[in-house]
């Protein structure tokens, strides 16, 4: 069995620009979600159908040229994170819908993007 790489480096591109990314990256891809529709019989009934967004998650480091009011502004955007593994998750039409919020103690930013249903780029 050959072993790969699965975790460490990742980069992250909004509208081609690349972040300074600093910590621990979190993407769920979005897409349809079922949750089971019980009935007082005790019996699954259907399903509810919901597309749910997808998003992006992390911290970036907040350097004197990265402008918190616009990335705050960000929406349509394509972001783009790309994994050790070498597969590429993408979010086309994607906001920033986080709370920027700052750690003083090394700089960091958190950050959030979501947008419709992502898709995930085989190497």
Same mark, same amino acid.
């Given at each position: 069995?050959?072993?790969?790489? #699965?975790?460490?480096?990742?980069?992250?591109?909004?509208?081609?620009?690349?972040?300074?990314?600093?910590?621990?990256? @979190?993407?769920?891809?979005?897409?349809?979600?079922? @949750?089971? #529709?019980?009935? #007082?019989?005790?019996?699954?009934?259907?399903?509810?159908?919901?597309?749910?967004?997808?998003?992006?998650?992390? @911290?970036?480091?907040?350097?004197?040229?990265?402008?918190?009011?616009?990335?705050?502004?960000?929406?349509?955007?394509? #972001?783009?994170?790309?994994?050790?593994?070498?597969? @590429?998750?993408?979010?086309?039409?994607?906001?920033?819908?986080?709370?920027?919020?700052?750690?003083?103690?090394?700089?960091?930013?958190?950050?959030?993007?979501?947008?419709?249903?992502?898709?995930?780029?085989?190497?």
């Amino acid at each position: 069995m050959a072993f790969e790489d #699965v975790g460490g480096t990742h980069k992250l591109f909004v509208n081609g620009v690349q972040y300074n990314l600093k910590g621990d990256p @979190t993407t769920d891809i979005g897409g349809q979600k079922r @949750t089971p #529709v019980m009935g #007082v019989d005790g019996r699954c009934h259907g399903y509810k159908v919901e597309t749910m967004p997808s998003k992006i998650s992390g @911290t970036i480091t907040d350097t004197s040229d990265l402008d918190l009011v616009e990335l705050r502004q960000l929406h349509n955007a394509t #972001v783009k994170l790309e994994k050790p593994n070498g597969k @590429t998750f993408v979010i086309n039409g994607a906001a920033f819908s986080g709370d920027p919020s700052e750690s003083g103690a090394e700089g960091e930013i958190s950050f959030e993007f979501s947008g419709p249903p992502g898709k995930e780029l085989e190497p």
